[in-house]
């Protein structure tokens, strides 16, 4: 099976490093083209096999990732529509794209695979959105999944939320580490060492999240459980209600969302 990179930036590299550490039945041939040499360098240590363009990947694979910056995409689909065939499998992570869109520039009924991945995939620690256009078959959209599954977990949503999405696994990870650098600067603050603060608190992340999806208990009874009576974390929760903590994180979520339907396509 060959599998194709159009771009071999962080995600780009993500996805690759994902496929040659895990999937070894068969291994899949990569292949790869980025106009920016180091990034190519780096995708041939891992094995994969340069081109000289984005229509030579093209060609010669059935799988396609368009691993670019949605800003690019229509430079990229103007130089491949003539090598996609009704065959060809396109995985875009372009955010904000459509499937409609890539099949008006390629091939009208083109199969399109629409994924939000986040950077975590450089640890294999990756949660991804996957939506698919009707025309892929169900063993295609498996070995999809499975990549994205190499590198951490992925979840099926509707094509229609694809935007959406992106402010709760594309985008968080930003989001989770202002707020973390929040704690980290105040524990500078009051004269604590700025590396003893980031490790307890980045594992303090690492435990609430596994609480999350491991305990079975909601959130407002993780909550309940760190919060004695007339106790610390109840100070500090008032503070955050005060400051419409919850309110705040809705609209950076709403301005995420409105940015992927300005950069629709």
Known sequence: MNVGFIGAGN???AIMKGIVS???DPAP???VYDNYEPAMQRAADLGASCCKDASEVVSVCKYVFLAVKPQQLDEVLDAIAGSVSDETVIVS???GISDDYICSKTVQGAKVVLVMPNTPLLLGEGATALSRSDT????EFDIVCRIFGSSGIYSVVPKDKMKEIIAINGSSPAFIYLYAKAFIDYGASVGIDASAATELFAKSLIGSAKMITDSGKTIEELITMVSSKGGTTIAGLEKLREGNLEETVFECCKACTKRAYELSK
């Open 22 to 24: 895990c999937m070894n």
């Open 136 to 139: 892929v078959l169900d063993s």
């Open 11 to 13: 995600m780009g590299y």
């Open 29 to 31: 041939k990569l292949f």
């Open 93 to 95: 992570i372009c955010a």
